[in-house]
């Protein structure tokens, strides 16, 4: 165990710990472990991480000890000794491979980026030089004489197909600027319940409001987060608005927004609804920047969403059963 390429630690049910490794103490910042209380020194969200984990469970907890950001993957495992529960827990810092991950993903979006542009540069360039050809003769450039109505006609129609193309690439590329320039999450501790409340009362103007049943549930109701409530408010009325377009077509379209403790020991916010679902394919890359399935969609709604919870050293995952719910879950 001493020897394993993994932090290891074993612990009772009182939370005493009765081994682990030198791995395990150098991630978890501690010279000698005796007792999980001793994490909530080095960080409260670490501690309840572990202090809550069940066995078969496994976490991601990102946190700052002396060489900087750890990002551990902690998984548990239960066993008997001596007529005793233990849980067994692994610690290993995966923020090498995650980084390759956010490498990964910046290559899709440089990819999904470039494709995008072209798509708006191409027919600009060649409908430019169609028009152009309307005023050149073998001898050079036309005389006014020379120009007809119709020529004036066609050109000015192109000249307002380039605009509008032109006006659609100013927009990819501010919903990009969007996505790099995200304001620092100033945080405070704010009720559940009264953001819940707030969009409760924006939703009724949102599209296909009149059409949907929306419920709020918040347990316990003087449930505290501790976040940017602007930023945080963002990110809920892009997800409940999503929730609105999936359900467009349900005739029994129901949406729930839920705020409670999680099973990690975090709050959470859960946006619940019984629309269509979202298939395994698409679910894998609805947090890519700029893909969407919509029609008139940015693609950038959800990308922008996780990246504020991550900010906010949270996350934000969407679960989907395809014909029966689509939950999207916020973790402070």
């Known amino acids: 165990m001493e020897h394993a390429a993994t932090g290891i630690l074993t612990f009772d049910k009182n939370g005493f710990i009765l081994h682990s490794n030198s791995l395990a103490k150098r991630l978890l910042s501690l010279d000698v472990l005796t007792h999980l209380n001793q994490l909530d020194k ?20 990102t946190f700052n000890n002396e060489s900087g950001t750890i990002q551990l993957l902690i998984k548990a495992s239960s ?12 610690v290993q810092d995966i923020k090498n491979e995650l980084d390759e991950k956010e490498l990964d993903s910046w290559r899709k979006l440089i990819r999904v980026m470039m494709h995008e542009i072209m798509n708006s540069i191409t027919p600009i360039t060649s409908l430019s030089e169609s028009l152009a050809r309307y005023f050149y003769t073998d001898g050079g450039i036309k005389s006014p004489s020379e120009i ?16 509008e193309q032109g006006k659609g690439l100013i927009s990819f590329v501010d919903s990009y600027r969007k996505l790099t320039r995200l304001p620092k999450p100033e945080k405070k501790h704010f009720l559940a319940k009264t953001l819940i409340e707030n969009i409760n009362i924006l939703s009724g103007s949102f599209e296909y409001s009149e059409s949907i049943e929306i419920r709020f549930e918040v347990n316990p109701e003087e449930l505290e987060i501790l976040a940017d409530e602007k930023l945080i408010s963002q990110v809920l009325i892009n997800l409940v608005k999503n929730a609105f377009q999936a359900n467009a077509e349900n005739n029994n379209a129901k949406v729930k927004i839920w705020s409670g403790i999680g099973e990690s020991g975090r709050p959470e916010i859960r946006v619940i609804d019984n629309g269509p679902g979202i298939t395994e394919d698409v679910l894998e890359k609805i947090f890519i920047p700029f893909f969407t399935t919509k029609e008139n969609g940015s693609g950038i709604g959800l990308s922008l969403s996780r990246q504020i919870m991550q900010m906010h050293g949270g996350s934000l995952k969407v679960i989907s059963t395809p014909g029966k719910v689509t939950m999207a879950v916020l973790s402070f």
Do not use: A
């Open 79 to 90: 066993f008997i000794s001596e007529k005793k529960e233990l849980m067994l827990l692994s």
């Open 148 to 163: 007809n109505e119709k020529t004036i006609e066609t050109t000015i129609r192109g000249l307002e197909v380039i605009r």
């Open 42 to 61: 080095i960080d409260h969200k670490l501690f309840v991480s572990i202090k809550n984990i069940q066995p078969s469970e496994q976490g991601l907890v």
